[in-house]
């Protein structure tokens, strides 16, 4: 027994480390596997106030850049109204069924293959798990976690997102999934090999997630080619949003989706 | 509270907020971040118990993957840095390291380089392969590396110059 005693003492260091790298290598995989950790994000009071304050001072730097992005969007809005209601408009049960709030962009990041970004509302302000996050030019995530005062957003540009979307002005609908390459493009997979595809046609949101509505805008096409089994179509696309210059944000709440949500789970019970 | 434990205790803290705050979103050249923390296992007083060192890496880790949502990412790299410092100061220091009143003052620039250098490419590494967690990218993993780990070593030699105390 003495003996024992003496061995982990003599060599303690070594164990103490293997014991604290499996604790983080746990963690580490079960981040990888499922939603990132419910107890270690930016979404906590400490840190979503530290990131905060960050944001309240370089959000000074950008106020002209913001106003402009706005006003532009203001202007594309007033446009829309202004011009043949219902042609240019998604229809209008679904607009009833989405409502929009906005919040602000206190941590951004898009050099990890996980991106995950903070948001400055949190529960008490209405925001929910599954939320769709928007900025003026297209989608940007999904929230994730949610604290009081603040959430965090699974970035498209994430090797665990997967989000509906099609090609303009058709219903073909494929997979938008990102390859933790580059952050200016993601790849639209499962585009059958039949559909007529050309350099620079838009990708939207499909109809097929409960999360964001009809319509969203995405990015342009880059380029594309057919994947190795010659079925489906890999496809480039080039997002619309700069993601590394976001500041002011919408979040879309889904009447339905709770609705959704428990159906589909009853379904997938049984 | 003693002048050592107070200095390494403000470093702590500043080193976090300058991480998560400036570091975090700088994408320089379209996305490196360098880890200026690595500097604090260059920092920490060579003579401390070597066990306290490894848990209060393993917290630095973690609060920085707390802030950037890498979970238990930095907190495995920093606990491997701070592990295998002995190691690299024998490496480096050779027989002097050995010696009680062994400090920086009587060591070459190389030296102190080699040393941080190491810490960085040791930190770097684990961090880099357990990020990506693929090793068919094995060339994506090198390449983030070196171009992370080399703007993370001239930032932290910069620093250790800049804030180097003159009575250590």
């Not at chain 1, 290598?25 to 419910?38: A, D, Q």
């Not at chain 2, 190389?110 to 930190?123: M, S």
Request: proline content about 3%; overall charge neutral.
């Amino acid at each position: 027994m003495q003996r024992i005693i003496n061995f982990i003492l003599r060599y303690r260091n070594a164990f103490l480390y293997g014991f604290l790298v499996l604790i983080s290598l746990v963690m580490t995989v079960n981040s990888h596997s499922y939603h990132h950790s419910k107890f270690f994000n930016s979404s906590k009071w400490l840190s979503g106030s530290i990131y905060g304050w960050g944001a309240d001072i370089s959000g000074y730097f950008g106020l002209r850049e913001e106003n402009r992005k706005l006003v532009e969007e203001n202007e594309r809005l007033r446009m829309l109204l202004f011009n043949a209601p219902g042609d240019t408009l998604p229809p209008l049960d679904s607009i009833a069924d989405y409502r929009v709030m906005a919040a602000r962009l206190i941590k951004n990041s898009i050099s990890s293959p996980r991106n995950y970004l903070t948001i400055d509302m949190g529960s008490k302000q209405g925001v929910e798990q599954d939320m769709g996050v928007i900025t003026t030019n297209g989608i940007l995530g999904i929230v994730e976690n949610v604290s009081n005062n603040y959430a965090t957003v699974q970035s498209v540009l994430n090797t665990k997102s997967n989000i509906n979307a099609k090609i303009k002005n058709s219903e073909y609908f494929g997979s938008l999934i990102w390859d933790g390459r580059d952050h200016t493009t993601v790849q639209l997979i499962d585009i059958p090999r039949l559909v007529p595809l050309v350099v620079g046609d838009t990708i939207v949101t499909g109809g097929m997630s409960s999360i964001f509505p009809e319509r969203i805008p995405i990015g342009t096409i880059k380029k594309y080619e057919l994947n190795p089994s010659r079925t489906f179509y890999n496809i480039e696309v080039e997002l619309f949003n700069d993601m590394a210059n976001i500041r002011n944000v919408y979040l879309i709440e889904s009447r339905d989706l709770n609705e959704i949500k428990t159906l589909e789970g009853r379904t997938t019970d049984e | 509270m003693n002048n050592a434990l107070f200095l390494t205790l403000v470093r702590f803290v500043l080193l976090v907020l300058t991480q998560v705050l400036i570091f975090n979103s700088l994408n320089f050249l379209g996305g490196i971040n360098p880890m200026v923390y690595v500097i604090f296992f260059y920092w920490y007083p060579l003579k401390g118990n070597q066990s306290i060192f490894m848990l209060v890496s393993f917290f630095l880790g973690l609060l920085i993957d707390m802030f950037s949502d890498t979970l238990a990412l930095g907190a495995i790299a920093s606990l491997t840095a701070a592990y295998a410092r002995p190691v690299i100061l024998r490496f480096c220091f050779g027989v002097n390291f050995e010696f009680q009143n062994f400090s920086f003052k009587n060591t070459t620039k190389v030296q102190r380089l080699t040393f941080l250098a190491l810490l960085v490419l040791i930190h770097h590494l684990v961090y880099f392969s357990l990020e990506i967690l693929d090793w068919s990218h094995f060339l994506l993993i090198l390449r983030k590396v070196f171009a992370t780990g080399l703007v993370t070593l001239v930032l932290c030699t910069l620093f250790s110059s800049l804030f180097s105390p003159k009575s250590e």
